[in-house]
């Protein structure tokens, strides 16, 4: 005959109640262990991430820039870089095409015309009007980045606005005055019959505003610099001038660390490099010997 079930003790029982809790402490210990600290990199790293210089489409590509197969992952799952995080180029380019560098701001890709490393400036093109119609592409995104390692030029920059498809408010006719803005380039077109597209450089923008050429379906603002305005007059820009404008690109410069990023500019300050995540987080300093330093070389218990 089978004995009855036996009941819990007094003891066992009294410590039902702390399971859920015990299984939390144990969860909150296991599992960022099973990830890893995000701000520990391992002793060491693969130096062919940091390579010296990696020629793309005819452009040297060094640090703090580097290649998007240049991120490596650790056992414990952290993500790093040889160089700062919003400076990733992507070599494009498969079999019998000539590798082109391409830089993603804001979720759009931008060409890499030139980058110059003594004043800290790369130079951009808009991929989509470049690889558009040859004769009048037409840009079709606003340039956004995050300012934490790049900015204008505030010296050599302007900008292109476009209208596109516009309702002018007096008639079926351009009005004389902005007759030379109306974009008249061979090639582009509109799909809203009834309507006209303009271009205004940054001084000419107040005409626009003055026939409320807000009210467009679309309008777009292109930075360019300011030396490829030169010699453009309005209606020059509106018969594709503004095409070449556009291919020369526009620049932007990145900051270099400094004190007040006080981990890179001390690890840069020993000869490092300096290793993000993908959160711009700073992971560590990429020193010579494949060592890794915390926040400099010197300090780094291999060297």
């Given at each position: ?20 809790f015990?299984l ?9 262990a ?23 489409g ?5 640090y ?7 991120i490596?992952?650790t ?10 995080t919003d ?8 079999e ?22 003594d004043?800290s ?7 989509d ?9 037409k ?7 995050d300012?934490?390692w ?7 920059y302007?900008?292109?606005t ?9 008639g ?6 902005i ?8 090639g582009?077109?509109?799909p809203?019959a ?17 026939y409320?050429l807000a ?5 777009f ?7 490829a305005l030169?010699?453009?007059e ?13 291919k020369?690109g526009?620049?932007l410069e ?18 490092g490099?300096c ?13 010579s ?15």
């Amino acid at each position: 005959m089978m004995s009855p079930p036996r009941l819990l003790s007094t003891a066992m029982a009294a410590h039902l109640p702390r399971l859920p809790f015990l299984l939390f402490v144990f969860l909150a210990v296991y599992v960022p262990a099973s990830h890893g600290n995000p701000a520990m990199l391992p002793t060491t790293y693969d130096y062919s991430m940091c390579s010296d210089s990696v020629m793309c489409g005819g452009v040297n590509i060094t640090y703090p820039f580097y290649l998007s197969d240049g991120i490596r992952e650790t056992a414990n799952y952290t993500s790093y870089s040889c160089g700062y995080t919003d400076l990733k180029i992507t070599c494009q380019g498969g079999e019998g095409l000539n590798p082109t560098p391409v830089v993603r701001l804001g979720g759009d890709s931008y060409t890499v015309l030139d980058i110059s490393y003594d004043s800290s400036t790369i130079i951009l093109a808009d991929s989509d009007v470049l690889l558009g119609s040859p004769r009048c592409p037409k840009p079709c995104h606003n340039v956004t980045f995050d300012h934490e390692w790049l900015r204008y030029n505030s010296s050599s920059y302007d900008n292109l606005t476009f209208f596109y498809d516009c309702y002018y408010k007096l008639g079926d006719r351009v009005p004389p005055d902005i007759h030379k803005y109306q974009i008249n380039c061979s090639g582009f077109t509109s799909p809203l019959a009834g309507t006209a597209s303009f271009v205004f450089t940054d001084e000419e923008l107040g005409t626009a505003q003055d026939y409320e050429l807000a009210h467009c379906d679309e309008n777009f603002t292109v930075p360019v610099q300011r030396k490829a305005l030169m010699g453009y007059e309005p209606y020059m820009l509106a018969r594709g001038g503004y095409v070449d404008v556009l291919k020369m690109g526009f620049e932007l410069e990145w900051n270099r660390a400094t004190k007040e990023k006080d981990q890179c500019y001390r690890c840069e300050g020993s000869g490092g490099r300096c290793a993000y995540g993908q959160s711009k987080a700073f992971l560590g300093c990429l020193c010579s010997g494949r060592k890794v330093g915390n926040p400099e070389c010197k300090s780094s218990s291999l060297e």
